[in-house]
T-cell receptor, first 113, second 116 residues
Framework: GAVVSQHPSWVICKSGTSVKIECRSLDFQATTMFWYRQFPKQSLMLMATSNEGSKATYEQGVEKDKFLINHASLTLSTLTVTSAHPEDSSFYIC?????????FGSGTRLTVV | AQSVTQLDSQVPVFEEAPVELRCNYSSSVSVYLFWYVQYPNQGLQLLLKYLSGSTLVKGINGFEAEFNKSQTSFHLRKPSVHISDTAEYFCAVSEPGGTSYGKLTFGQGTILTVHP
């Protein structure tokens, strides 16, 4: 099946700094990837869809300027949390499109201190 | 709009006992249905999915689920659980096409705890 590699697995950063999370497709190429966020003890919520060659599509209520999503190539999608604050601490995870089995990456635990 | 309700937030069960994790969905269109498992501090692993065809879907690790359109349910079952099945389980729904194709709507999760 499709393999999605996500890095880093966990990151701690200081308030006000930016953090980049990478999501790579190892054995397939995709023009879209999906990004989800999971707050502690809560379910997963879709944040946005990255699109290769065009702007990401954000879900309602997600701050576009804070969560920069880029689809640099057919195998790389990135999420950058800009000017992170403690309330951005969460588990971020990407997933492959349906053609590749709705497979998820391993996730990134972000802690902002 | 779609929604998913997992009826039990926590399910404790003894090892080798059967288990059922309940999931109901709401949608105005046809749906694809999924069950994922999440171990602590890990990503999501797909257990099984229903796209079409037989309503009884068999997945990995001995799990199965049955799609019941009239009751809008997709309950997950395992006849005999192991300690290693202790994890959080998420039911999810997606549309088979349109602008929401590929986007998953998740339930609140059910924590399954298997006791020795």
């Amino acid at each position: 099946g499709a393999v999605v590699s996500q890095h880093p697995s966990w990151v701690i950063c200081k308030s006000g700094t930016s953090v980049k999370i990478e999501c790579r497709s190892l054995d397939f190429q995709a023009t879209t990837m999906f990004w989800y966020r999971q707050f502690p003890k809560q379910s997963l919520m879709l944040m946005a869809t990255s699109n290769e060659g065009s702007k990401a599509t954000y879900e309602q209520g997600v701050e576009k300027d804070k969560f920069l999503i880029n689809h640099a190539s057919l195998t790389l999608s990135t999420l950058t949390v800009t000017s992170a604050h403690p309330e951005d601490s969460s588990f971020y995870i990407c997933s492959a499109p349906p053609d590749y089995g709705y497979t998820f990456g391993s996730g990134t635990r972000l802690t902002v201190v | 709009a779609q929604s998913v309700t997992q009826l039990d937030s926590q399910v404790p069960v003894f090892e080798e006992a059967p288990v059922e994790l309940r999931c109901n969905y709401s949608s105005s269109v046809s749906v694809y249905l999924f069950w994922y498992v999440q171990y602590p501090n890990q990503g999501l692993q797909l257990l099984l999915k229903y796209l079409s065809g037989s309503t009884l879907v068999k997945g990995i690790n001995g799990f199965e689920a049955e799609f019941n359109k009239s009751q809008t349910s997709f309950h997950l079952r395992k006849p005999s659980v192991h300690i290693s099945d202790t994890a959080e389980y998420f039911c999810a729904v997606s549309e088979p096409g349109g602008t929401s194709y590929g986007k998953l709507t998740f339930g609140q999760g059910t924590i399954l705890t298997v006791h020795p």
